[in-house]
């Protein structure tokens, strides 16, 4: 069984798969992770600040240039309440969504479903206007200057929740 291992130390690393699609047809995004080492905060730094994840699921609607496109990231925080939406501190043009919180005892794999396309009007307050053009999972050690680690498996985009989130 097969799954991707992401691992930062002082910086971070990201894979995307390009794909085209209206978030409005196939609006669930689904997959399984696991944040293995979140960053660490000990030097007075916080996620927000820094944006520094474990673990993050981005959808990507591309246009002309970065600033003109649209991002949402889904992040396994440490610290922040699952639900919560914050402006990227870097881009405005990236929300990011707190989908999960804290360790997991043991290493059990945690699924998640998202409805990519609510989540869009709740964090940009539109519809979308663009079509998804790439998904990406990234794990972010870079402004903390410290290590993290995390796992992905199951990305699967469709009409229909395919992983219940075992929230």
Known sequence: DGFVRAISEK???ALYY??????EEYPFLSWKWIAVKFPDFSGGQNEKDTDDYAARMY???????FSSSKFIEYVWSEYIPPGTVI?????KNVKIIVARRGRMLGKEWA???RNVYEDYIKAFG???RLKVGAV???CDADNSKSEAESLFDEIKVGKEEVLRGDR
């Open 87 to 91: 402006n990227n501190p870097k881009a």
């Open 59 to 65: 959808v990507v609607f591309p246009f002309l240039s």
């Open 18 to 23: 390009r794909l085209k699609y209206k978030v």
């Open 11 to 13: 910086t971070c690393s």
């Open 126 to 128: 539109e519809k979308p």
């Open 136 to 138: 990406a999972i990234m």
């Open 111 to 113: 699924n998640e479903s």
